[in-house]
């Protein structure tokens, strides 16, 4: 909850979501379960708010903003999922999105790139619900059927938050579906050829609207009831969220955000600008029904935040994630040990599903503090890789980079990642700027009106700067290492891999 005068952050509450891994290189969530966690938070922000004396009917729009390509199918007679979550990293759709290729001319992966702004790829929506119709009966019944409802994870929440099975607004927002590769970027409507490329039938879909308006209002599910009937009225994908949040509304100001993923959009105004050098071209927000719409480049990078993750629950060398910080604190190096953690292939700049994770130049001398360096330098070289596509596109190199997300709170991951740039990381006192993207754009909504999206309106944030500490050879020298690791990380998977029940 924040202040819509100052943006100061009120109140708020967090829960982490479990992810499931039924097979290898599968990711799931549980709909329910993400639901549950959402009200879990109101009701604990809400009584935050009540010991701070604050009156929650203060509370005057709520903000949504989620992970962006995840994908859920539901029955709208029931309000039951219908299967899980496939998450955006997921990797299933390896065979459906080579089924796909051999249909278009010369398997260009970029076929729909000036319509979508995106390559055929595992990670958007189009591929994952094109699964889900290819092997779950229980979905292709209820689609014949007429009940099926698809959505991102925007439009799950809404459609449950405003009555669900009893008249659930069924929508999104032009940032998440232009992240589902059915979406035509410049009309701004569902594409009807894409539609038909994916075999995806349009009644299924959601009705798209701008990232600030309201949606419908709250069924309240509170003890204390207090959140019945206040809009919804802002919707934005968690990058788009985080680049309003970071205030970035001019052309060529650029924000990174350190969570799961990686993820450096650059604002290019109402221009769609495309890439020449392996970036996606995506919708940035449309900040209200009769405003323009505004476009972004984008650097996806799959792994950053999980690979700590992973160090934690997968390799057990650490108990919590805020330890991964010392144990590279301890030694400043990773003494020549290099980290792909290509997990779910390589995204941006690459396109790379064959690439998988490598830990190269081992040596006796390297033990666990080393591994858990180069996991956060591995951080750092991706953002460095994209950082220089963008620059490449745009023509203008950026001078500084603002950065928000979990991992930020990451000092050491901080310093190193102006060091690898040679250029000041600039990082906001409140990282929280993804939730506040989405309060901002609730609040500014026509009929709420509480929050000017001005410039000169705009308080400005207190921020926390990092300078580069080392020379840029010696930056260059690590860098070009960390693309030799690359090279060696790809072609290791093939679809033509024996069958030994793993691979699907």
Same mark, same amino acid.
């Given at each position: 909850?924040?202040?819509?005068?100052t943006?100061?952050?009120?109140?708020?509450?967090?829960?982490?979501?479990?992810?499931?891994?039924?097979?290898?290189?599968?990711?799931?969530?549980?709909?329910?379960e993400?639901?549950?966690?959402?009200?879990?938070?109101?009701?604990?922000?809400?009584?935050?708010?009540?010991?701070?004396?604050?009156?929650?009917?203060?509370?005057?729009?709520?903000?949504?903003? /989620?992970?962006?390509?995840t994908?859920?199918?539901?029955?709208?007679?029931?309000?039951?999922?219908?299967?899980?979550?496939?998450?955006?990293?997921?990797?299933?759709?390896?065979?459906?999105?080579?089924?796909?290729?051999?249909?278009?001319?010369g398997?260009?992966?970029?076929?729909?790139?000036?319509?979508?702004?995106?390559?055929?790829?595992?990670?958007?929506?189009?591929?994952?619900?094109?699964?889900?119709?290819d092997?779950?009966?229980?979905?292709?019944?209820?689609?014949?059927?007429?009940?099926?409802?698809?959505?991102?994870?925007?439009?799950?929440?809404?459609?449950?938050?405003?009555?669900?099975?009893?008249?659930?607004?069924?929508?999104?927002?032009?940032?998440?579906?232009?992240?589902?590769?059915?979406?035509?970027?410049?009309?701004?409507?569902?594409?009807?050829?894409?539609?038909?490329?994916?075999?995806?039938?349009?009644?299924?879909?959601?009705?798209?609207?701008?990232?600030?308006?309201?949606?419908?209002?709250?069924?309240?599910?509170?003890?204390?009831?207090?959140?019945?009937?206040?809009?919804?009225?802002g919707? *934005?994908?968690?990058?788009?969220?985080?680049?309003?949040?970071?205030?970035?509304?001019?052309?060529?100001?650029?924000?990174?955000?350190?969570?799961?993923?990686?993820?450096?959009?650059?604002?290019?105004?109402?221009?769609s600008?495309?890439?020449?050098?392996?970036?996606?071209?995506?919708?940035?927000?449309?900040?209200?029904?009769d405003?323009?719409v505004?476009?972004?480049?984008?650097?996806?990078?799959?792994?950053?935040?999980?690979?700590?993750?992973?160090?934690?629950?997968?390799?057990?060398?650490?108990?919590?994630?805020?330890?991964?910080?010392?144990?590279?604190?301890?030694?400043?190096?990773?003494?020549?040990?290099?980290?792909?953690?290509?997990?779910?292939? *390589?995204?941006?700049?690459?396109?790379?599903?064959?690439?998988?994770?490598?830990?190269?130049?081992?040596?006796?001398?390297?033990?666990?503090?080393?591994?858990?360096?180069?996991?956060?330098?591995?951080?750092?070289?991706?953002?460095?890789?994209?950082?220089?596509?963008? /620059?490449?596109?745009?023509?203008?190199?950026?001078?500084?980079?603002?950065?928000?997300?979990?991992?930020?709170?990451?000092?050491?991951?901080?310093?190193?990642?102006?060091d690898?740039?040679?250029?000041?990381?600039?990082?906001?006192?409140?990282?929280?700027?993804?939730?506040?993207?989405?309060?901002?754009?609730?609040?500014?909504?026509?009929?709420?009106?509480?929050?000017?999206? /001005?410039?000169?309106?705009?308080?400005?944030?207190?921020?926390?700067?990092?300078?580069?500490?080392? /020379?840029?050879?010696?930056?260059?020298?690590?860098?070009?290492?960390?693309?030799?690791?690359?090279?060696?990380?790809?072609?290791?998977?093939?679809?033509?891999?024996?069958?030994n029940?793993?691979?699907?």
């Open positions: 909850v924040f202040n819509a005068k943006a100061e952050l009120l109140s708020h509450h967090q829960v982490e979501i479990q992810q499931k891994f039924p097979k290898e290189g599968w990711v799931e969530q549980d709909p329910k993400i639901l549950k966690s959402v009200h879990e938070c109101v009701e604990r922000t809400c009584e935050k708010l009540q010991q701070l004396n604050i009156d929650i009917t203060n509370i005057k729009a709520i903000g949504v903003s /989620n992970q962006r390509e994908t859920v199918v539901w029955d709208k007679t029931t309000g039951e999922p219908l299967y899980n979550t496939i998450v955006w990293l997921d990797l299933r759709t390896q065979s459906t999105v080579e089924r796909l290729l051999k249909r278009i001319p398997k260009n992966k970029a076929y729909f790139k000036f319509r979508t702004g995106l390559p055929l790829s595992t990670y958007f929506s189009a591929v994952k619900l094109r699964w889900l119709l092997n779950v009966e229980e979905i292709r019944q209820a689609v014949n059927d007429g009940r099926a409802m698809f959505g991102t994870i925007d439009s799950w929440l809404i459609w449950s938050l405003t009555g669900g099975k009893n008249g659930g607004v069924h929508c999104t927002d032009v940032t998440n579906a232009s992240r589902t590769m059915l979406f035509n970027i410049h009309s701004l409507e569902w594409d009807p050829e894409l539609c038909q490329f994916f075999d995806i039938p349009v009644e299924i879909l959601p009705k798209v609207r701008s990232s600030s308006e309201i949606y419908g209002l709250m069924v309240c599910f509170l003890k204390s009831g207090a959140l019945t009937g206040v809009p919804i009225s919707c *934005l994908g968690d990058q788009s969220a985080a680049l309003v949040g970071q205030m970035c509304f001019q052309d060529g100001q650029a924000k990174n955000t350190y969570g799961t993923g990686c993820f450096l959009l650059c604002n290019t105004g109402q221009k600008v495309f890439s020449e050098h392996g970036l996606l071209t995506t919708i940035a927000y449309k900040l209200g029904r405003k323009p505004c476009y972004a480049l984008e650097g996806s990078v799959a792994i950053a935040g999980a690979v700590v993750r992973w160090l934690r629950d997968n390799l057990g060398i650490v108990k919590t994630s805020q330890e991964v910080e010392k144990l590279a604190a301890e030694v400043g190096t990773s003494y020549g040990c290099y980290f792909v953690p290509a997990f779910s292939g *390589l995204y941006a700049p690459y396109w790379e599903p064959s690439a998988r994770g490598i830990i190269c130049g081992l040596t006796q001398f390297t033990n666990k503090n080393h591994i858990a360096f180069a996991a956060l330098e591995a951080v750092c070289f991706q953002t460095r890789e994209i950082l220089d596509a963008i /620059n490449k596109d745009c023509g203008i190199p950026l001078n500084q980079l603002q950065v928000d997300g979990g991992m930020t709170n990451n000092k050491v991951l901080m310093q190193l990642q102006s690898i740039l040679c250029i000041p990381v600039v990082k906001p006192s409140m990282p929280e700027t993804t939730a506040l993207g989405a309060a901002m754009a609730a609040g500014a909504a026509e009929g709420v009106g509480i929050w000017s999206l /001005n410039p000169g309106d705009l308080t400005a944030v207190t921020c926390e700067r990092f300078e580069p500490q080392i /020379n840029p050879e010696e930056s260059e020298f690590r860098y070009a290492r960390w693309k030799k690791a690359v090279m060696k990380s790809m072609g290791w998977e093939t679809s033509e891999a024996p069958s029940g793993k691979s699907e």
